[in-house]
């Protein structure tokens, strides 16, 4: 039961990558040791001859026989060097190769497919991360969750595809004037969040007008028709952290108590939970 609900799994790629990892970690070791072993005797050996080289009635062929010996061995020890740096490359090209693989799984993992923004997971992992981070730095941190306003008229009216179109484009008007400070996930169905850090609640409330106008400006028709479809409007709840005395669900709460505001007060607007306290 726990393997199977609880435990998470590691995917093919953290595996590969593990096993690679393990290998040349494992590969080189057991080189260097076979290395030092070989340079131990070569060091002995050597001691032996430069015991020998004092010997003030030393031979002409044991000077010859010891040379041999040292260009032998140094030339061994060159090509068992060359040897062990052409493992190491090889095998940090594999590795990289596999971390690439890797990544690129893991920011799958963390994508909806549909609209190829953040997934739930990617929202999560995200929100906790800059909430932890909160604490360290206290730079201001602000939630906006965002629905679109009556999205299953869209599926009846015009059918799923068209709505799949709608959540795209919905998706893509909240990327078009996006900073590097904002992360954008699809919370689940028609909703969505916009995490902000370093912005107050007034320009993040801001933010969140600037896409409501863009969204209800638009006119969208039917693919391959000049038929045009309705009005796409959203509503928006704005809510900021405030850190220590603050914990992610009431976080995550007061932003969506604010969009039901949204809501109430007759949607294609903007809330922020400074207004209904």
Known sequence: MYEQ?????ESKEEVEYDFAIRKFVDGILHKMNDFSSHMGDQSTQIGSYAQALKKPNIQTHELENIAEYITTAAATMQNSSTKIRNDVENSSNEINELKKLLDEARAEALTDDLTQIG?????????QDLTIKHSKTEEPLCLIMTDI????KFNDTYGHPIGDSVLRYFAKTMQKDTTENESI????GEEFAIIIKNSSIEASTKRAEQIREQLQSSRLSIKGSSKKIDTITASFGVAQFYGSED???NFISRADKSLYAAKEAGRNTVIHEKMIC
């Open 5 to 9: 609900f609880i435990e998470e799994a």
């Open 119 to 127: 997934n739930r997971k990617a929202f999560n992992s995200t929100l």
């Open 149 to 152: 306003d009556h999205f299953k």
């Open 185 to 188: 996930c699809r919370y689940g």
């Open 247 to 249: 914990d992610l669900e």
